[in-house]
């Protein structure tokens, strides 16, 4: 595990690396700039601005101080928040960010795991068929589009939720469920199938043979070998929470770190979208190393393989 684990990390260094520069490129390439909408301002004004944040002197000179500044932790000014430092912009909007990205993962799971199981013990049944009709009508619809569905039914007609805002306990629902439903249904097909696959397995004939209950072979022998597809998929699940979070913090308006990002791009806020990149970046490497530690954990031949 500790080979692993500094395996990892290892690799990690080069993949900041390289998306901090991807990033730093494309801003610069990108049309436009951080000033340009600045209204009434006279051009030796706007000289000085450029002045003050070293986008007067050539891009070379520019990414070797942006190196430098990221090696000391250091992200910079916003160029649209005067008095305002990158890092504390991202620490006003993550809580909220991470919050939604985290009910929506417990929604995922709470709801796609049983309902996998459940389809696999009704193979071939109406209850499987159900499960995953559910499961691709969630696949096939994007955040975007059952985030106005759900809007339009339970805050519109029915008025049970509020449509904008974060601040009581009701408003995270509608979020949480746009973002979490997507996933719920991923998981279903990975937890049918890798029931399906185990309850074949020899072990489980003879956990049978030797008169174990059937709640006990599909909880204690079944379950744990076949969320191993559904751990697997936790990475890419959790990068997934966390790109679709800035869709749905835009719909529902809300105070988090994706629509900070949202309007800094928009506004070619140039430190503040290469801070909340590099967070994010710094953030799903972190959950795809959690997701190799599990199943390191779960499949000790998986830790042996990456050794």
């Known amino acids: 595990m500790r080979q692993l684990l500094l395996r990892r990390l290892a690799q990690a260094i080069p993949t900041i690396w390289v998306i ?5 490129v494309l801003l610069r390439l990108a049309p436009g700039g951080p000033f340009d909408e600045e209204v009434e301002v006279p051009d030796e004004i706007r000289a000085q601005m450029a002045a003050h944040y070293g986008l007067d002197q050539p891009l070379p000179l520019q990414y070797l101080r942006f190196l430098g500044n990221l090696l000391r932790g250091d992200l910079g000014p916003s160029f649209k928040y005067p008095g305002w430092n990158v890092h504390e912009l991202i620490a006003q909007g993550i809580p909220v960010s ?7 993962m417990i929604v995922a799971f709470a709801l796609g795991i049983p309902a996998g199981i459940i389809a696999a013990l009704c193979h071939r049944r109406i209850g499987d068929s ?11 619809l994007p955040s975007f589009v059952l985030a ?7 805050s519109s007609w029915l008025g049970w939720f509020q449509p904008l805002g974060w ?3 009701g408003d995270r629902v509608l979020p949480m469920l746009t973002l979490g439903l997507f996933y719920a249904a991923y998981i279903a097909r990975l937890s049918r199938s890798g029931m399906l696959e185990v309850l074949q397995q020899d072990y489980i004939r003879t956990a ?27 990475g890419p699940a959790f990068a997934g ?3 679709g979070s800035f869709v749905i913090e835009t719909i529902f308006f809300l105070p988090g770190l994706g629509t900070q990002f949202v309007n800094a791009a928009l506004n070619r806020d140039y430190t503040m979208v290469m801070g909340t990149v590099l967070f994010y970046a710094a953030l799903i490497l972190a959950f795809n190393l959690l997701a190799d530690l599990i199943q390191a954990w779960l499949q000790p031949k998986t830790r042996d393989a990456n050794r």
């Open 130 to 140: 159900a499960v995953m009709l559910f499961a691709l009508l969630g696949i096939c």
């Open 20 to 24: 901090a520069t991807l990033t730093f």
């Open 98 to 104: 991470l919050e939604l990205g985290l009910l929506a």
């Open 241 to 243: 929470v966390i790109s």
């Open 208 to 234: 049978r043979a030797k008169g174990a209950s059937e709640h006990r072979v599909i909880l204690i022998h079944a379950t744990r070998t076949a969320l191993y597809p559904v751990v697997t998929f936790l």
């Open 148 to 154: 106005p569905l759900l809007l339009l039914v339970f």
């Open 167 to 169: 601040s009581t306990a």
